[in-house]
């Protein structure tokens, strides 16, 4: 009786459970038996294993073959399994020492010609085996990923006969030497700076208010008066990740199996789905369970233009992840959780031809049913709420006066973010209500001031607290210790959706 152990790693959401590969050899038909909860993907791999074994010189045992994949409860699919149920069965018929395998991880796919080819979502395993500090054995087109890691106990292999030599001694693999010195914090795509927006000049003040709190903005105003180019210019005043952060989101997109380009390592990502999407393309699923685009966003920007254009029911999937910070997929064989930290920024006409002043060819019935399309307790969820109008005549044609750059205004926002997390640990969008009373600096007066506004308007009890948020980002901004009741009517100021409906109410 012939049997052999080989470690390897599953891929559930963003983490990686190990996973033995056990071989058992007997005596009997020859047959090749896979179990312990294998996908279609995971049951192929017994052709490919045996074409790879033979196709590299290696005797395919003719004997009764078991492979148990365990935990057998655990769901496994995908061709990462190919390369360790390779090694179980050479390491089961004495064609390698079974000694070599201690502390040693194996995780490809196999060609027919007994190649090593790249497996997505590798990145989680990576980090799995640096905190069990073993030795990962893994594909060497998935090089870029073990860099970002900076595990130096990663072997790379091209072919399987390598790693077979490798394990007897008779040869070393190439691994990482420098890890992730080559990627620099400054070594990122240049933005788009905000100073080429022509005029809106409350709307960039209230731009720089978003980054520096990292709060939600909803820009309201008709085509063509620049939403989405400011939008995309808010990736400009956002600080860089650190190397932890930066990690984060590369696992989230290694499991999308999206390539990770080493120049937008540490940039915040920013993703812009069309209307079209489904909430599974948002939230994320599938029968593989996948990460959506709020996940694919996490600790960036999510910007939905034309947001009156996405089906309801799409739009009020993304309420629960805005307040959590996470999504959970539950699925009959498993849960699992995406994390999605991530701030909105969405564009919106003020009515469906694209206008709610006089000019506008749509009935007052046309544009309530036409804003309706976004629920109350969507529209509770964004912390400004701004106008965007259409720029004055001779604006496009003066000289700009008092426009600030990129540079200037993400210093600003630095500063005040620093300060946040100083004083409370978080940022001041993710104050919670008792932070808010410890932390936040509001005169008694001036919150009695705000209520009483807030009754007035008809908002809600969390509006009641975002406004008092987004109030500490402005005093924030300014350097203010203490919050007064300017900076109150300043976040008051910027409520341009409840003040457009109460107008449409009223007529």
Avoid at 14 to 24: K, M
Wanted: charge should be neutral.
């Amino acid at each position: 009786m012939a049997i052999a152990c080989v470690h390897t790693r599953a891929s559930c959401g963003v983490e990686a459970p190990a996973v033995t590969v056990e071989v058992h050899l007997s005596n009997g038909l020859p047959a090749f038996n896979l179990v312990g909860l294998p996908e279609t993907s995971v049951r192929e791999a017994k052709e490919r294993v045996r074409s790879a074994l033979i196709n590299s010189g290696f005797e395919f045992p003719m004997q009764r073959i078991t492979v148990n994949l365990a935990p057998a409860d655990l769901p496994k699919q995908g061709g990462r399994y190919d390369l360790p149920i390779a090694i179980g069965i050479l390491a089961a018929s004495n064609q390698i020492p079974s000694q070599s395998l201690k502390n040693h991880e194996f995780i490809g796919e196999l060609a027919l010609s007994g190649q090593v080819q790249a497996c997505t979502g590798i990145l989680p395993a990576i980090i799995a085996a640096k905190d069990s500090d073993h030795i990962l054995l893994m594909p060497q087109n998935n090089r870029h990923e073990a860099e970002l890691v900076n595990y130096q106990r990663v072997k790379f292999a091209h072919q399987l006969s390598q790693i077979s030599a490798y394990l007897h001694g008779q040869q070393s693999l190439p691994s990482i030497e420098n890890g992730a010195e080559w990627i620099s914090p400054d070594d990122i795509q240049t933005q788009a700076c905000l100073s080429e927006v022509i005029g809106q000049y409350q709307a960039k003040q209230a731009l720089e208010i978003t980054a520096a709190g990292s709060h939600n903005l909803l820009m309201l105003g008709p085509p063509g008066t620049g939403k989405t180019m400011l939008a995309s210019r808010i990736m400009s005043l956002l600080p860089k990740m650190n190397y932890e952060e930066a990690l984060e989101v590369a696992a989230i997109h290694s499991v999308a199996g999206m390539h990770l380009s080493p120049k937008q390592f540490f940039q915040r990502p920013f993703r812009s789905p069309h209307h079209t999407s489904s909430s599974m393309s948002l939230v994320g699923g599938g029968s593989v369970p996948k990460p959506g685009e709020i996940s694919l966003a996490h600790r960036g920007v999510l910007f939905l233009d034309e947001v009156a254009e996405f089906p309801r029911k799409v739009l009020d999937c993304l309420r629960e992840p805005m307040e959590t910070g996470e999504v959970i997929i539950s699925r009959a064989a498993a849960k699992l959780k995406f994390s999605s930290r991530f701030q909105l920024i969405a564009a919106l006409n003020p009515s469906p031809c694209g206008d709610a002043e006089g000019n506008s060819r749509a009935s007052l019935n046309e544009i309530k049913r036409y804003l309706g399309r976004l629920s109350g307790p969507f529209i509770d969820r964004f912390d400004l709420t701004i106008d965007v109008p259409t720029l004055p005549k001779g604006t496009l044609t003066q000289t700009p006066t008092n426009n600030e750059t990129s540079a200037e205004i993400a210093k600003r926002v630095l500063q005040a973010r620093e300060t946040q997390l100083a004083r409370a640990g978080v940022l001041n969008s993710q104050l919670s209500g008792k932070q808010l009373k410890q932390t936040g600096g509001f005169n008694s007066d001036d919150l009695v001031f705000l209520e009483n506004s807030v009754n007035q308007l008809g908002l809600s009890v969390r509006s009641y607290h975002r406004l008092q948020r987004v109030a500490r980002t402005i005093a924030d901004l300014q350097g203010e210790q203490t919050v007064s009741r300017s900076h109150l009517a300043q976040a008051l100021g910027y409520r341009a959706m409840d003040k457009l409906l109460a107008r449409l109410n009223q007529q």
